[in-house]
Every structure is written in C-alpha cells, then in structure tokens.
C-alpha cells in the first residue's frame, strides 16, 4: 500500500509538473546550457566569463577572476537591468549563468531563464508548489538555485520534487520525488552535479524527520545511491542505502527512541564535489527535537549531526568525518557553506576544506583524512571556550547545555554564520565571512511531546519574547549585530571587519579587482576593498539582500549580479526589528560600469491600522493563547505577534476581530493554499480562540502605541 500511494503522489506531481510547462519566447531559445558537460564543470576556473556552478567551480571559492570592475573604477558602477520576481518572500538563490544566459530561481522554486546583457525574459517555469507545503518550510519558501549540465536546468522544489528542464524551452523533462510525500520534508537548497549525477538533499529538521542525500541519474532522474546521515528505528530492516555499512557506528552514539522524532540531520544546503580527490562532502544539520535531552536522553554524540561527512560519489559510501558540535542542543546545523583550497600551513602545502558553521568556530580541516588541522572563534561565544586540537571536540563552558536552569548562549540557533554564502580569494588570502551575533535563552519546553508535522524543538521560545518597555526592547536590539569579517585561515584571526547594526546580511563575492561585494539586511548592497576593507561603493536596492552575488561578462563587458529579497529565518521569526512595513516584492539587480539604469521610485507599503477585538478576554485566556501562540505560531508570524513585514502582522489581521473568520482560518484551513494550513491536528478550537484573545492583547497595546505617536 505504501508503495504505491508514493507512486500514486509521484504520478500527481509529475502531472502538476507537466500542467505547468514553462512559458519559452519562440523565437529567443537559449542553447548555451546544451554544452556545459562534465569537463566543462571540472575547467570552470578557466571560463571566468561564466558562472557554472554553485560556488563558480567546484571548490565554491565564490571568486570571479575578472578585472574590469575593480578597485579603481567601481565607483562607476551603475544598475545595467532588473527583473522584477512576483514575491516577497525571501530571494536567496545563486545565478547560473552560461555562455550570456542567466538561469535563477525565486521563492516557491520558481526557474528562469535571462538574456544575462539585457534581462529580457527566455522562459519560466512554475512547479506549483501546493501552498499547504510553505507550512513545512522553517525558514521561509526560499530557494538557493538550480545546477546546469547537458540542455537541462535542475531545480529541488520546495516539496520534495527533484525537476529536469529543457534548458532551451522550460519544459520538464523528468521529475522525481526525492522524499517521502507524506512526511513534512521540503527543498530549499541548490542542486549540484557531479560526474553526471544530480546530488540533492532536504529540510525539515524541526518538524521530524531522518535526514539523507541522494544522487540521481541527470539523464533519467533515476535513484543512483542514497546516503542517511542518522540511524533509522533498529526495529526495522537495512535501509538498502550507501549509509548501511556504518549506520551501527552511527547508532552506538545515541539514546532511547530517537527514531520516533526522526532524528533530524537534513543535508539542507552545504554539498561540495572535490575533483582533486575524488570526494563529496557533505554538512550536516540539526537534531530532532533540538534539545539533546529529550532527543537522546542526554547521551551520545549523535553521529552524523552537526557534521562534515566525505562520501564516495559513485557509490555514497562513507569516508570520513568530522563532527563539530557532538550532541548538538542548540540547533548548530554544520550545514554552512563550504569552500575548498590550498593552503601553506608550517611550511607545507594543504589540501583543506574550510567551514564557518553556526557554532562560531571557523575550522580548517584536512580534506584528505578529516583531521582538524585549527579552529577559532569568529564571533563573542559562551557556550564553548575553545576547541582541543587533539580530540577535536569543543571545550564546553558550565551550563552550555542548560541542565541546571535557563541559560543565555551565544551564538544561537541563527548561527555565528547561517546560509549566507561566503567567499576566498587566493590573491588576499583571505575569508569573507557574514557573520552575526544573536544570543538566545535556552531552556527546557515544561510538558513537551513530539506532535508529528509540527514546529518541534523542545526549547522554551516563549522567554525569548521581546519586552514592552521600549527602553529594554531598544537595548536588547542593539546586541544584535552583523558584521562582514574578513578572515585569515591560517593565522585563524580577524584582518578587518564592516560593521553593520543588525543580522541577517547577504553572501559575498571576491574578485580579482581587490573587491568584495555584500547586501545588506537594510537594502543595501556593496563593494568593498578587498585588502583593506575601505567601503567603496552603495547601491539602495529598495529591499534587504541576503542572496549571494556572482559576476560574469558577456561581450566583453562584466556584470555583477544579485538576487534582492529579504526574507528566511530571522525575518520570519525575529520581532527585534526596525519599522517593520510589509515586504516589496524581490528583483533581479545586474550591474556593469556606466550601465545607466534605474529603479522605479520606491513608495513605503504601509501598514493597515492595528485590529483589536471588541470581546474583553479573561488573563487566564491570554496567558494561555499566549503558549498556544509562542509555541505554535510566532516562528513564521514573529514572537509576540511583532512580524517582520515579509508574513503578515496578526496583530492588524482583518480576521482578529471576527471569531468566526479566526476559526476558519486556524482550524477550518481556508487559506492552505497560501501556507496557513489548518492547525486542528495540533490545538482545539478553545485553544485557538485563546490565542486570538493574546493577539488580541498586543493589537490593543499596539493601537495605543500608534496613537501616543500619532495622535
């Protein structure tokens, strides 16, 4: 029965796929990805004009070799074209760009296909991803890019489908279901091709699920090999997966019934092919639930969480790794971006793979063997002071797991460094972090049991709630710091800092023109010195940027290009933020020397005034709707009701003040198809209505805050 409602769910999706072909120009039919080939993707590095893959060549270093904008003359740089995205939600996604065509994605995991001179529109293509499945997504409906090889773009769709186009037209070619349908799996990240397989992995660690990476046939979309990155239910039979033969180590190191909250360890972003060794590697995520004490009893390291796993990329048997955070509780993912080189270390020439995850540490680490070759701290941390050369594993400070009490950490489960790409020149030598600081109270969730499909962590998310008074609110926002860092990794120490008043900064790229170029979470995007760190050029991109930038030429002439958006996990789930207004949709910003082009005057989107009920609630009732909310509502909708501006404010919803619309929409689920899914598996009509009574709360403190100000 099983098998075959998965081959019934593949059956409807790939009939979705199809009903929603791409839309190609008749008479603009791009051909230039019909040549990108194996050997092309391995000699990247010797076409500087184009941007093959992921990271610009295999070792993701994010580094243009172009000259002609560089340090001299970028104050002349000037917006070339825009495409205007028909979303505001998060932009992420990495350009493609082959021989004068851009391919890119937006949120929802929509492809496109650019002149990369003009921005004139090639074709699209809409998988229609179900709205319901946005409810799976942690971190917003956000994609990270497609991969090109042979006439074909792939892309991972938000849910679970892995898509071969015809490069030249948009229209799918294959499409397989990567995921178990029925469970809350998603797909942000950018696929990655190598030696003729599409490699892809998953999220969805929040919500309860075994994490894995697959590798499929390019021509066929045939299964090629499966590796888990944690063990399954003992229970039950070998997965008859690459993971198999070491999947008895793997659960030696964990506790009790981890398997009925599936464990966790999504693959969501970090997939890095080394041609010079023959090796994939592979980061790994978080722990399902978060809290090691309830996910394994406290015990264990929890093997392949919180790590760095080398596969074999014919087979996807295991080689090697190295685990940074053993027994992770804090949500540390190892997921971060990964970049490969050479390096001079005493006196010798080192093959190394470098990774600034979200524990703070930037590691260097042997990628022949996976020794630790050095790690320090990039970021003020409390939870560690260091890490022991020899064992490899951090030193932990008192209390760092929260077993006596609450306790403040830092960083949290944001990361000293998330997804935002980062970059190495060869020439300077030197690392170009994003990095951030935001602490987080840690603390047991009292009465917590795993509900299947839903948001569980097993930490307390209601003490990390803002406060009222603004003085604290204004104090607490100003801990929150990003900083664009950039890193010498032999010496392992900072070289100089841009420091900006908030996280949540974009991806970096280096190039040969001594530059570096970074957006910004207020709407800027920037270049600077590479060596020095001199600010030398700004752009108002009229949203956040967080996506990271890539360059190319084409006829001669470079482009530096970026997707704009703001959007994923903090602006979703973080309340600590400036003047939040709904969200513009995103762009497309391509820029070249005296490019002459502008955008549109930007007009505020305004807020609608805030819409308290007219009931009076009981304190017992908004204590109460206060936990349902916290608990179930506040990751996407902001604590405390505060939202972003990128997923509507509850607070000034017309549904507060009317019962009956409130009810349809938690519990009836009348607006699934935009990402509010019926929450009735989890929470009784009572409790809804209780959370309605707390959001009430807030809409009344905040319709007397925007009097006081404006009255």
Request: aromatic share 10%.
């Given at each position: 029965m099983?098998?075959?409602?998965l ?6 999706m790939?009939a979705?796929?199809?009903a929603?072909?791409?839309?190609a120009d008749?008479?603009?039919k791009p ?6 080939t194996t ?6 590095a010797?076409?500087?004009h ?8 295999y070792?993701e270093?994010r580094?243009?070799p172009l000259t002609?904008?560089n340090d001299?003359?970028v104050?002349q ?7 205007d ?23 929802w ?6 002149d990369?001179?003009t921005?004139?529109?090639l ?8 709205g319901?499945r ?5 971190c917003d409906v956000?994609?990270?890019g497609?991969?090109?090889h042979?006439?074909k773009?792939f ?9 071969a186009l015809?490069a030249r037209?948009?229209?799918?070619l294959w499409t397989?279901v990567?995921?178990?349908?029925s469970?809350p799996y998603?797909?942000?990240g ?7 397989k ?7 660690g929040?919500y ?5 990476v697959s590798?499929?046939d390019?021509?066929?979309g045939?299964?090629a090999?499966?590796f888990?990155?944690v063990p399954?239910?003992?229970s039950?039979p ?11 180590t793997a659960?030696a190191?964990?506790s009790?019934?981890?398997w ?6 999504t693959?969501?972003?970090a997939i890095?092919y ?6 994939l ?10 809290n090691?004490k309830?996910?394994s009893?406290?015990?264990?390291d929890?093997l392949?969480?919180?790590s760095?796993?080398?596969?074999d ?8 790794h190295?685990q940074?955070?053993p ?17 001079a270390?005493?006196?010798?020439r ?10 703070g540490?930037?590691y260097?680490i ?6 630790l070759?050095?790690?320090k701290?990039?970021v003020?941390?409390t939870w560690?002071?260091g890490v022991?050369l020899?064992?490899g594993?951090?030193?932990e400070?008192?209390n760092a797991?929260f ?7 830092a960083?949290s489960a944001l ?5 935002h790409?980062?970059?190495f020149?060869?020439?300077t030598g030197?690392?170009y972090l994003p990095a951030q600081?935001?602490?987080?109270l ?5 009465g ?5 499909g ?7 998310s209601v ?13 607490i926002?100003a801990m929150?710091?990003g900083q664009l860092?950039?890193?010498d990794?032999?010496?392992?120490k ?7 008043d ?6 970096t790229?280096a190039t040969a023109g001594?530059?570096?170029f970074q957006?910004?979470?207020k ?9 020095t ?11 956040g ?5 890539v ?5 001669g002439?470079?482009?530096?290009a ?12 973080s309340?600590?933020v400036d003047?939040p207004?709904?969200?513009p949709?995103?762009?497309?910003l391509v ?6 082009a ?7 989107i305004p807020n ?5 009920p ?5 304190a ?6 206060q936990q349902?909310?916290e608990?179930?509502?506040s ?5 405390a009701?505060?939202s ?6 509850l607070?000034r919803?017309g549904?507060l003040s009317d019962t009956?619309m409130w009810s ?23 409790d ?9 709360d807030?809409a ?10 404006n009255p």
């Open positions: 099983r098998r075959q409602l081959r019934a769910s593949l059956i409807a790939g979705a796929a199809l929603s072909c791409g839309t008749a008479d603009t051909a230039a990805a019909d040549g990108v050997a092309r993707l391995l000699n990247a010797a076409e500087p184009n941007w093959l893959t992921h990271g610009g060549t070792l270093q580094y243009s002609e904008i001299a003359n104050g740089l000037q917006l070339a074209w825009h495409y995205l028909d979303t505001n939600r998060g932009q992420e996604a990495t350009p493609i760009i082959v021989d004068g065509v851009m391919y890119t994605t937006s949120a995991s929509k492809v496109y296909a650019l990369a001179a921005g004139k529109e074709w699209t293509y809409d998988p229609q991803v179900p319901e946005g409810f799976s997504a942690c956000v994609n990270r497609v991969a090109v042979g006439g773009v892309v991972g769709a938000l849910d679970g489908r892995l898509i015809d037209t948009g229209k799918p397989t990567t995921v178990d349908p469970q998603t797909i942000t950018a696929p990655r091709i190598v030696k003729g599409v490699v892809i992995g998953n999220g969805g929040e309860g699920v075994r994490g894995y590798a499929y390019a021509e066929t045939k299964l090999w499966r888990y990155t399954g239910d003992p039950k070998a997965d008859g997966a690459a993971s198999d033969p070491i999947m008895k659960a190191t964990w009790g019934n981890w009925k909250a599936g464990g966790g360890g693959v969501w972003d890095v080394d041609p010079e060794l023959d090796q590697y592979i980061g790994v995520g978080n722990g399902s639930p978060w090691h309830i996910r009893e406290g015990k264990g929890n392949f969480l919180s760095v796993v080398a596969l990329p014919d087979s996807g048997a295991y080689k090697w190295y940074g955070t027994g992770e509780t804090w949500d540390f993912t190892q997921t971060q971006p990964i970049i490969l080189a050479t390096l270390i005493d006196g010798s080192r093959k190394v793979l470098m990774q600034a995850p979200k524990n540490f930037f260097v042997d990628r022949t063997t996976g020794k070759i050095s790690a701290n990039f003020p941390m560690a002071t022991d020899k064992t594993r951090p030193i400070t008192p797991r077993q006596n009490g609450d306790e403040m950490v960083p990361g000293a460094h998330n997804w790409p980062m970059s020149s060869p020439k030197l690392v600081e935001v602490p987080f840690y603390s047991d969730q009292k917590y049991r795993h509900r299947p839903a948001w569980n962590i097993a930490v307390d003490k990390n709630m803002p406060p009222d008074d603004k003085a604290t609110f204004k104090a926002r929150l710091k860092v950039a890193w990794p032999v010496a392992q900072e070289v100089w800092r841009a420091q900006y908030g996280p949540w900064n974009g991806g790229l001594n530059l570096v957006g910004n979470a709407g800027e995007f920037q270049a600077f010195r590479a060596d760190g001199e600010k030398l050029w700004r752009f108002d991109a009229q949203t940027v967080i996506a990271g930038p360059s190319y030429s084409v006829g002439a470079q482009y530096v970026v997707s704009a958006g703001y959007g994923g996990a903090y602006p979703l789930s309340s600590f003047n207004r709904p969200m949709n995103g762009r497309m820029f070249k020397l005296n490019g002459g502008t955008l549109p005057a930007a007009d505020p609608p005034p805030a819409n308290p007219a009931e009076r609630f009981a017992a009732t908004i204590a109460h709707g349902v909310y608990i179930n509502c990751v996407c909708h902001g604590p009701g505060i972003s501006g990128v997923l509507p404010d607070r919803s549904s009956a349809d929409i938690v519990i009836g689920g009348q607006l699934k198809d935009r990402g509010m899914v019926s929450f009735a598996k989890w929470i009784s009509a009572a809804a209505e209780a959370a309605r009574a707390y959001i009430g807030r009344k403190k905040l319709q007397a805050e925007e009097k006081t100000a």
